[in-house]
């Protein structure tokens, strides 16, 4: 069955950065489109970034652009988010999301941007 499996997530001071992976199995990795989101607290689940099935497309929430950047190992099933000068405001669960017809999700890893 499909799994995603996020890693990385921590406390951070602001300005500082984290690389989030997520590990993908049950499918083939290579042929579908990948996204991260994030879910704040008391707020809506927000696309974050997405990227095409050979990296070579990438698309990002405004709040992020400059900052975040998404990449993928197609031949390690895995999808990374490299997130510099992060802020507050970047406090969120993070998740990653494959769409097969249905959505697949991962449990989520937590970033806390805070001094």
């Known amino acids: 069955q499909v799994q995603l499996v996020e890693s990385g997530g921590g406390w951070v001071q602001p300005g500082g950065s984290l690389r989030l992976s997520c590990a993908a199995s049950?499918?083939?990795?290579?042929?579908?489109?990948m996204r991260w989101y994030r879910q704040a607290s008391g707020k809506e689940r927000e696309l974050v970034a997405s990227?095409?099935?050979?990296?070579?497309?990438?698309n990002y929430a405004d709040s992020v652009k400059g900052r975040f950047t998404i990449s993928r190992d197609n031949a390690k099933s895995t999808l990374y988010l490299q997130m510099n000068s992060l802020k507050p405001d970047d406090t969120a669960v993070y998740y990653c999301?494959?769409?097969?017809?249905?959505?697949?999700w991962g449990k989520g890893t937590l970033v806390i941007v805070s001094s």
């Open positions: 999301m494959v769409s097969r017809g249905t959505d697949y």
């Open positions: 049950g499918f083939t990795f290579s042929n579908y489109p």
């Open positions: 990227i095409s099935t050979l990296g070579g497309s990438t």
